[in-house]
């Protein structure tokens, strides 16, 4: 049959146009070969110019083999394929339209037509997806073979570039579909397999993973147009819909895709109804199915999500059928619903112009997100976070919800999940940022405005009624209002009389009746009817004769008289203001009123400009009452967000940085605090974290507002100042940091050096506290560059070290720690050659630093002393023979105190009397010799040590350089240098035995000047009750603690006199002071310190808070350095966490976070610290002890470790003595992270532990254990759990001996190899882990109470109270220790030589 008069039926797949069908239906006849395949497409191309696009009936099957072939034919005969098939769909398409217009066209033609369409679609369509095809898969091969030059190769490799032959391609098919085909179809329906046709070749183009990539944008623009057409003229929408929603289940690139294109077809197509088609199916999928389905999910979540930022208004018509994803499993999707709510807030239901739907339907979107914000989810309550915070930004949150959702983000901040709280700060941050109340935030600012306000507006609403009662309220009825609070007051007079002195208003002689009259009207008006009675007695002794006063009748009581008089008067007064004139009513109103009845004309204006004023004023109170109760948040916000400062996340606390940036900036006065706060993290090893705080600095304090650089240097300096208020020396420390590399990066201007000197020198007037901080900060930037001091030394002795009255001591010691900042305080090392920076002895500052001391020796001013230590520091830092200085300024204040002695001691005395000298000059005295003696000790080990270093070094490499080249050979040269290196070690070995033995022998010995003072300085130590000044007592102890820096043989001799002081002594901060003494004195001697170290445990529990948290300082320097023993005594360190002191608790924590880094540490200590936490006699409460072992057990977070805890704390239950020793070790176990191992752990030790199980509290605690384990357990581990859990409950309920009648009930063939592992390893292992282990040593057991203990409870009873005392295998010290009462024969005589912990010592 002729292929004119055969139908084309469009296949479904390739092979069915091979296979003959219907009646007249076209069939291909031959699958060319190959090799004929080039001379058919040039028949066929010749046919074409003859017939046009029909010629496509004639040559179907050239095309059909070509697309057959298509792997196998050669790239040049593809391209020019496709290139024809373009021109003759072009031709077709261009040909069609007066084809379709022609009414004489017979069915033949229309037939033939159609028939062309198809096939020349067909053909186009399959060649376009071959080559979709082959190229994907070639992109695939060259992302496997890497390498640049991809792009090259293929355009190489096919003669062209297929990225680029897509677009025109599409255009023809969208072209051709906009014509009315429909005619050429019977009845004018076009057949589904056509639509399908077209459109399956886009979704196939879309399915390319690039086809979101800038460069194929023409591509995609041109699908989306294709299918735009199909959708208008074709009804093409339930299949869009449904490949549509395929698509995004399957293909993550798609999401934004998509969107783009549902977006056009909604906005340029008109389309708007395929929106609501899509949402309606992605609300109808199951939400159980979508948890199932992460990758469908976040297809819909992500398409969801982008549509409502581009059509938020179209979408949000359809926002009630995805409401029921917000109850489903999946955060994807109620993360894309709640995000689209807020999307729709910001572009559709924003502004004040809302109609009354709109607003709901916005309260309720609010209402939604603010649910939300509570969500179990961290991810779903942060995107709430995020998205409130884009609220904020654009302003669209009514301020009605300011304070909701500020206390939403306040209380998110305690959140568990780092990344809410991180948002939680953010959104915070956005709220100060674009807050509608004042660019000033300050509560207490706010207070006075507010109360002022609202004060005034109630005084208008008082006007107001008072206005409007007596406008509407009759006389009458106004009367019989007041009656009551009357008749009360009037009783109250009559029966107390008062003085005439209380009469507010006398009657004047020329007042009238009707004058009196109306005050009194006007006083009870204003209820003030106490002053309306006293003027009624006093009118009625003034007008007897007067009516109404005369009409009095004497048979009444005094009380009716007066209420029928004074009811007289005001019924009257209202009565005849409503009938007299204006004027005359006015004269007899009080203030505030107005006659709103008789006089409209004025009142009604009067009226709605009073109302108008009352609106304004409620708004004005309400904004301030808003704007306070915002400040107030943000201030409690502060509280909290200070105590996140030092998270371990970085990311959060960049957050926190900048936020207490921007409270500063907002005038927060608690943000001040924060600002302070973060200094010390300059100091942090994160860069993040330190530039963070730079740049925190750099925005608050090197920008300030101002007309000249002069105005912002005072600024500057003025913000710098307020810091240093009642700073502490940590905080100048970190802001001496902070400067030091602000000069060091030239970011200060010279400006603000300038402005300084000229504080520091009064050429600038200002206060004397202004000037010692500009000499601070000018000492805070020496540190970056010296030159800024060095250049100006003169003049800073002249500023802070001449002589004056009264003598300045704060700013000559800021002078000094100034002038000290220009030399490096390090110990030299050896790589400098040249002599360490030094001034000669008679330079201008040490005789004014000598002069200073001298004569301040002599008075009592409290600021000499820290003044003198800078001083004594600075000589010995800078000057040539230091010790030389010091010791002519100690004699001088030694014979000063003689002289004053002598003084005292007057001839006409008694001789008998021993004189006494001034205490302050004997604390001056001691204090002075202890700074000599610790700073001679400084100068010794440093710089004396690293000068004799320097020179020997230089001495050696002089010597080199002369010797003879000669005597050096290469047979020689190694051995040479051994022997140098050897000699080197020898010479340093020498030099700091020298430097040894001078501090043994020489300064504490002999004639030397500090040995004078010891005699001196143990008479005041070792008679408290004769010097019991505190501070006399305080300067003794330290003083004591320095010489016994000195020297081991005086240390040793005086520890027992230092420890005694430090048990006894009724002053926390000598007791403080010795703390830091003998901390000092463990790492100088650790081995005569050691036997005295459970005295420095012993006061981590003093009663005194500053006693405690030096003593918690002392005791982590020292633990963490590895300087003591870490003994079973750091419990007292684990007691600390649960200190009232949040200081304390804090510095606690702090150390288990550092000790927890070394190895295995807390795992060795743990089962000492539960044993004496738990002792009923020395340990802590019950619940105090679980706060502290659920910190301690965290930082158990290896497995091993964990199981072999487990073990031990199992077996601990058969030594433990009561309940609560019991309770204490399974709430231990069931705090503890444990996995399968380590329950079968506690499966082999079940008998330790089964009997405890009647305790509620012990069952309780290793239910929670099964609970845990169920959570994240594997279906083939939930066996043993099931069988751990049965145990325990027939343990509970019915006892030990349950447990072997439900193994004899499961038989042998139901054992579970567990049980049979348990059966083995409780009934014949010895307990050899605990009795192995050097750290935790567990009494064990007599092997035949072990076998009877299920069998024989009395039997059991007995060999329980027989189980010895729990011994601490760590403990090296007894109770007697411990002890304040110290003799000699006391005193420990072991000197231990300390040796540092190894880890490879300790199990893993």
């Known amino acids: 049959m002729s292929p004119q008069l055969c139908e084309f039926h469009l296949p479904l797949t390739p092979e069915e146009l091979l296979k003959s069908g219907g009646v007249n239906q076209y069939v291909v006849q031959e699958v060319l070969s190959i090799r004929n395949l080039p001379s058919q497409l040039k028949a066929f191309q010749a046919a074409f110019r003859t017939q046009g696009p029909l010629a496509m009936l004639e040559h179907f099957d050239t095309v059909y083999s070509i697309l057959h072939h298509f792997r196998s034919i050669d790239p040049g005969l593809k391209e020019d394929a496709l290139e024809f098939l373009i021109k003759v769909v072009s031709r077709h398409a261009q040909e069609l339209p007066a084809i379709l217009d022609d009414a004489t066209l017979s069915v033949s033609d229309r037939s033939a037509h159609l028939n062309a369409l198809k096939m020349n679609c067909y053909a186009l369509v399959r060649l376009l997806e071959s080559f979709e095809t082959m190229t994907t898969q070639t992109n695939l091969v060259d992302l496997d073979l890497g390498g640049k030059g991809k792009k090259a190769r293929a355009k190489s490799a096919h003669g062209f570039d297929w990225e680029e032959e897509r677009q025109p391609i599409l255009q023809l098919l969208t072209q051709l579909l906009q014509l009315d085909i429909r005619h050429l179809w019977n009845h004018s329906i076009i057949e589904e397999e056509f639509v399908s046709l077209v459109t399956g070749c886009c979704y196939r183009l879309l399915e390319n993973p690039t086809i979101g990539h800038q460069k194929n944008r023409s591509t995609r623009e041109a699908i989306t147009h294709l299918l735009g057409v199909a959708l208008t003229h074709y009804n093409h929408m339930l299949s869009a819909t449904v490949k549509i929603i395929q698509m995004l289940q399957h293909f993550e690139h798609l999401a934004s895709v998509l969107v783009a294109a549902v977006s056009l077809w909604a906005t340029d197509y008109g389309m708007k109804s395929i929106v609501g088609e899509i949402v309606r199916e992605i609300g109808q999928k199951c939400p159980q199915e979508l948890s199932r389905d992460p990758t469908g999910a976040k297809g819909f979540a992500a398409f969801l999500t982008e549509l409502a930022e581009r059509i938020p208004a179209i979408l949000m018509s359809s926002m009630c059928i995805l409401l029921d994803h917000l109850d489903g499993e999946n955060y994807m999707m109620r993360n894309a619903v709640l995000a689209a709510m807020a999307e729709m807030i910001l572009q559709v239901l924003n502004g004040d112009q809302l109609e009354e739907a709109a607003r709901d339907t916005r309260d309720q979107f609010l209402d939604t997100l603010q649910a939300h914000g509570h969500d179990v989810n961290s991810f779903v309550r942060s995107r709430v976070l995020q998205l409130f915070t884009r609220i904020v930004q654009q302003k669209a949150l009514p301020l009605t919800r300011f304070q909701a959702v500020v206390a939403l983000a306040v209380g998110r901040l305690a959140d568990k999940s780092v990344l809410v709280c991180k948002n939680a700060i953010q959104l915070l941050a956005s709220f100060l940022t674009n807050n509608p109340f004042s660019c000033k935030l300050s509560d207490t600012d706010l207070a006075g405005p507010l109360q002022k306000e609202t004060q005034k507006l109630q005084e208008m609403r008082a006007q107001r009624q008072t206005a409007v009662a007596s406008a509407v309220l009759d006389p009458e009825e106004e009367w019989e209002a007041m009656l009551p609070e009357l008749k009360s007051t009037l009783q109250q007079l009559l029966t107390l009389p008062q003085e005439e002195e209380e009469i507010p208003e006398k009657i004047a002689t020329t007042e009238t009746t009707e004058e009196v009259k109306g005050r009194i009207h006007q006083l009870l008006a204003k209820a003030s009817y106490k002053q ?93 009452q808003d704007a306070y109760n915002f400040s107030l948040k943000i201030t409690e916000a502060i509280g909290i967000i200070s105590k996140m400062m030092y998270e371990n996340t970085t990311t959060v606390v960049q957050e926190v940085i900048e936020f207490f940036v921007m409270a500063f900036q907002f005038g927060v006065p608690q943000a001040l605090f924060g600002v302070r706060r973060m200094l010390p993290l300059i100091w942090s090893k994160e860069p993040g974290i330190r530039e963070a705080v730079l740049n925190a600095y750099r925005q608050l304090y090197l920008n300030p507002k101002g007309d000249s650089a002069r105005a912002k240097a005072h600024v500057l300096i003025q913000n710098l100042s307020l810091l240093l208020v009642d700073a502490s020396v940590g905080t100048i420390q970190c802001l001496e940091e902070i400067l030091c590399e602000f000069v060091q990066k030239d970011e200060l201007k010279p400006a603000v050096t300038q402005l300084l000197w000229e504080r520091a020198t009064e050429k600038v007037p200002c206060s004397p506290l202004e000037r010692c901080s500009s000499v601070m900060l000018l000492g805070m930037m020496a540190r970056g560059k010296p030159e800024i001091v060095g250049s100006n030394l003169d003049t800073l002795v002249s500023i802070g070290l001449e002589e004056k009255f009264p003598q300045d001591y704060r700013l000559a010691q800021q002078v000094c720690l100034a002038i000290a900042n220009i030399s490096d305080r390090r110990k030299p090392s050896l790589g400098k050659r040249h002599p360490p920076f030094r001034l000669p002895q008679e330079h201008r500052l040490f005789e004014r630093l000598q002069e200073l001391v001298t004569k301040g020796f002599v008075h009592p001013d409290p600021l000499w002393i820290p003044f003198k230590e800078v001083a004594v520091t600075l000589i010995y830092q800078l000057a040539e023979g230091p010790e030389v200085l010091c010791a002519q300024v100690l004699q001088r204040c030694a014979k000063q105190a003689l002289e004053k002695l002598v003084e005292k001691s007057t001839p006409q005395d008694d001789p008998k009397e021993t004189p006494m000298l001034s205490t302050f000059l004997l604390m001056n005295l001691l204090s002075l010799a202890g700074d000599v003696a610790l700073q001679q000790l400084v100068h010794l080990e440093q710089a004396v040590s690293g000068e004799l270093c320097r020179r020997r070094v230089l001495r050696e490499e002089q010597e080199n350089k002369t010797k003879e080249p000669k005597e050096k050979n290469t047979s020689t040269e190694t051995t040479m240098e051994e022997e140098m290196g050897l000699v080197g070690a020898t010479a340093d070995d020498t030099e700091a035995e020298l430097i040894r033995n001078i501090c043994e022998m020489e300064l504490l010995g002999g004639e030397q000047m500090l040995a004078a003072f010891v005699p001196l300085l143990l008479k005041v130590c070792n008679n408290p009750g004769l010097y019991s000044n505190p501070e006399l007592c305080a300067a003794a102890s330290l003083t004591l603690g320095k010489f016994c820096m000195i020297s081991a043989t005086f240390c040793d001799s005086q520890l027992r006199l230092l420890f005694t002081m430090l048990e006894k002594s009724s002053l926390p901060i000598l007791r403080s002071n010795i703390m830091i003494a003998t901390g000092d004195l463990a790492i100088r001697f650790p081995n005569l310190v050691d036997p005295w170290t459970p005295h420095l445990y012993a006061r981590l529990r003093d009663p005194a808070q500053q006693v405690r948290k030096t003593a918690g300082l002392v005791m982590t320097h020292l633990i963490l350095k590895d300087m003591v023993k870490v003994k079973g005594q750091v419990s007292e360190m684990a007691v600390l966490l649960i200190d009232p002191v949040p200081q304390i608790a804090a510095l606690a924590k702090n150390f288990f976070n550092e000790l927890s880094h ?101 069952f309780s605690a290793f239910l929670s254990v099964v609970g845990k384990l169920r959570r994240g357990a594997k279906p083939e581990g939930k066996a043993i759990i099931d069988e751990f859990e049965q145990k325990l409950r027939a343990c509970h309920t019915r006892g030990l001996d349950a447990i072997e009648e439900l193994e004899i009930g499961q038989g042998d063939s139901q054992k579970t190899p567990a049980a049979k592992k348990q059966s083995s390893v409780s009934r014949h292992q010895p307990l050899a882990s605990a009795a192995s282990d050097n750290d935790f040593v567990t009494p064990e057991p007599r092997r035949t109470a072990r076998r009877t203990a299920c069998r024989q409870p009395n039997t059991q009873q007995r060999v329980r109270k027989k189980k010895p005392k729990i011994v601490f295998s760590s403990d090296e010290s007894s109770e007697e220790e411990l002890s304040a009462e110290m003799t000699e024969d006391e005193t420990p005589k072991k000197t231990t030589p300390i040796r540092r912990a190894s880890t490879r010592r300790h199990r893993s």
């Open 1158 to 1258: 070394k190895g295995n540490a807390i795992y060795n200590l743990l089962p000492d610290i539960i044993s004496r936490l738990s002792d009923p006699e020395g340990g802590v409460k019950e619940e105090p002890f679980h706060t502290i072992m659920k910190q301690l057990l965290s930082y158990i977070t290896k497995d091993k470790q964990t199981e072999s805890l487990v073990e031990k704390l199992c077996q601990r239950f058969r030594t433990a003595r009561t309940e609560r020793q019991y309770r204490d070790l399974a709430y231990c176990v069931s705090q503890l992270p444990l996995t399968e191992r380590g329950l079968r752990k506690m499966l082999d030790n079940f008998e330790c532990f089964g009997d405890k199980l009647s305790d509620e509290s012990v």
């Open 532 to 624: 309306a009675i006293i003027l009624t007695r006093e009118a009625l002794g003034h007008f007897q004769e007067s009516e109404p006063f005369s009409l009095m009748d004497p048979e009444e009581s005094e009380e009716t008289r007066f209420l029928n008089l004074l009811g007289t008067i005001f019924k009257g007064a209202s009565a005849s203001t409503q009938e007299k004139s204006p004027p005359a009513s006015a004269e007899n109103m009080g203030p505030g009123q107005t006659d709103y009845k008789d006089n409209p004309s004025v009142s009604e204006p009067e009226k709605s400009k009073g109302k108008e004023e009352l609106v304004k004023q409620e708004m004005l109170v309400q904004y301030l």
